[in-house]
């Protein structure tokens, strides 16, 4: 391939993955107008590729094996954008010419939109480790339909969107590596709150991401998930949880300030600010979320951004020193992941 031809595929990669956010993530591509030039299309590649990883798992009709192979076949290829760049690869899985070879399958990516994302890993060397990690979230949704403990929740919270926080620091510019920590916080934040807001949705396609041995210890259960019960054990559940994920967002608040590109500090506090507010949302419908979804609308999304602008950390404010995420006392002194 040509220079100019291969410039012009990235070009239409970038294009075509602008198209996939703006169609499939309103909230982030509304929060991504804070960000500008080569850093806005950076971002939409790297949704881009999340993307379609996750259509790969949620893909009606797809078999558990070919989805295995496919998956596999992610691999191999982010295996390969790191081939010319072996410091920048997973010191967990080895040097990434050794893991070429594979099963072929379709890919799940066009091909420009992973040119684009390989020009975006190029540009601001972003390191493997993260994208394998996310691969690996994949997999547990194809083998893990039930959550028994906090930990292992955790867990499938890092690999699914911590690990997207991770991928996004270079892409925002950091001063400071202590803010990788905060970022992935704040994909902790978002996916708990994709979780408590979505758990109808869940069921109906066969999964419970609540821990069992959480909601036993309310004296709930699945059956009570089914059938929608909103009463007083459901409500100090979701209090519970709901102070969980906002332990998580002001964590993620911490690592703002050393975010040194142009917009970012701004975009990722509106960015956590939307998606906080989704808590809100479910706390104002009394914790029910089976009879209707819980959102943010256009018009609070045009707040949140003005206190952005005008008031910047009140719209993703940090607790002073290190705020803990809530345990239950049976899990006191369980692992932390990332």
Request: aromatic share 10%; proline share 5%.
């Amino acid at each position: 391939m040509s220079v100019s031809d291969e410039r012009a595929l990235v070009r239409r990669g970038y294009w075509l993955a602008r198209r996939v956010t703006r169609h499939h993530a309103k909230s982030f591509f509304f929060a991504s107008y804070l960000l500008f030039g080569q850093r806005r299309k950076a971002a939409f590649a790297l949704y881009a590729f999340c993307r379609r990883l996750d259509d790969l798992v949620d893909e009606a009709g797809s078999g558990m094996e070919e989805l295995s192979v496919r998956l596999g076949r992610a691999r191999r290829m982010v295996a390969e954008l790191y081939v010319p760049m072996p410091e920048l690869a997973s010191r967990e899985l080895g040097p990434p010419g050794g893991r070429l070879e594979g099963v072929a399958a379709r890919s799940p990516w066009d091909a420009g939109e992973f040119a684009a994302l390989a020009h975006t890993v190029r540009h601001y060397r972003i390191p493997e480790q993260p994208f394998q990690d996310l691969i690996s979230g994949m997999e547990m949704d194809l083998t893990k339909h039930r959550y028994d403990t906090w930990e292992e929740l955790d867990l499938y919270c890092y690999r699914v969107a911590g690990v997207v926080g991770l991928m996004l620091t270079p892409v925002l510019g950091c001063s400071d590596e202590g803010a990788l920590q905060p970022a992935a916080d704040l994909g902790r934040g978002m996916q708990l709150t994709n979780i408590l807001r979505d758990v109808r949705e869940d069921l109906e396609r066969g999964r419970v991401y609540l821990p069992s041995q959480e909601l036993a210890s309310f004296g709930l259960s699945e059956d009570d998930l089914r059938q929608g019960k909103v009463d007083a054990r459901w409500r100090d559940f979701m209090r519970f949880q709901v102070e969980r994920a906002r332990t998580y967002y002001a964590r993620a608040a911490q690592g703002v300030p050393s975010l040194t590109g142009f917009g970012s500090q701004r975009m990722v506090r509106l960015m956590g600010a939307i998606y906080g507010d989704i808590l809100r949302d479910i706390e104002a419908r009394d914790y029910d979320v089976f009879s209707a979804r819980a959102y943010v609308t256009t018009r609070r999304k045009l707040s949140l951004a003005a206190a952005a602008f005008i008031r910047p950390k009140s719209v993703l404010p940090s607790l002073p020193g290190e705020p803990r995420v809530p345990l239950l006392p049976s899990e006191v002194g369980g692992q932390r992941h990332g």
